[in-house]
């Protein structure tokens, strides 16, 4: 299994202002994915990052919103920009287990509360 | 489109009473379910993938089988540290995104 690791690991931010998240993972990996756990809700894939190429974005999430860097194969970003209180939410990195075991392997996590 | 539906949204057993949590699903293809335990305040942590009506799979006290319609996730014997909340998502199809239920929150009291 991969070690990943997030940073910060919660934050309080002021409407309006923007967070940038990140996320470093101990191995090299082709795909990252980015995803957002509101209160209550199920797990919502944001955007999948691919080293070398821009992110692709799940219906509802734009790029001037979420923009997202992937300079290497270990290390990418996540930016929650202009924020509102609907952001409030917990944001997760991950990448793919192995195909001989499915699913996937999940950070810790950023909680991050938006007044 | 996909849905994954969990039940019930919260459990609460004593030490050692056995139960189910169940993880319905309306899918085209089903390529793989998964099934995660995610404590408070950290990510999600993988259990099990299914790939197959009729196929099971164990760790310790946990056990998960699948049907064409839905997966339990069986607790035998439960002890205080199985509290936590557990998820299924399901890939279907094409595409390789996987969809999550909302969760099951299971609470184990000593």
New interface residues.
Partial sequence: SAVISQKPSRDICQRGTSLTIQCQVDSQVTMMFWYRQQPGQSLTLIATANQGSEATYESGFVIDKFPISRPNLTFSTLTVSNMSPEDSSIYLCSVDLPDSIGGQFFGPGTRLTVL | EDQ?TQSPEALRLQEGESSSLNCSYTVSGLR?L?W?RQDP??????LF?L?SAGEEKEKERLKATLTKKESFLHITAPKPEDSATY?C?V?AGGSY???????TSLIVHP
């Fill in positions: 994954v793989g998964f995660y305040g950290k990510g999600p942590e993988f993938t790939y998820l998502a890939q995104i996987p969809t999550f239920g909302r969760g």
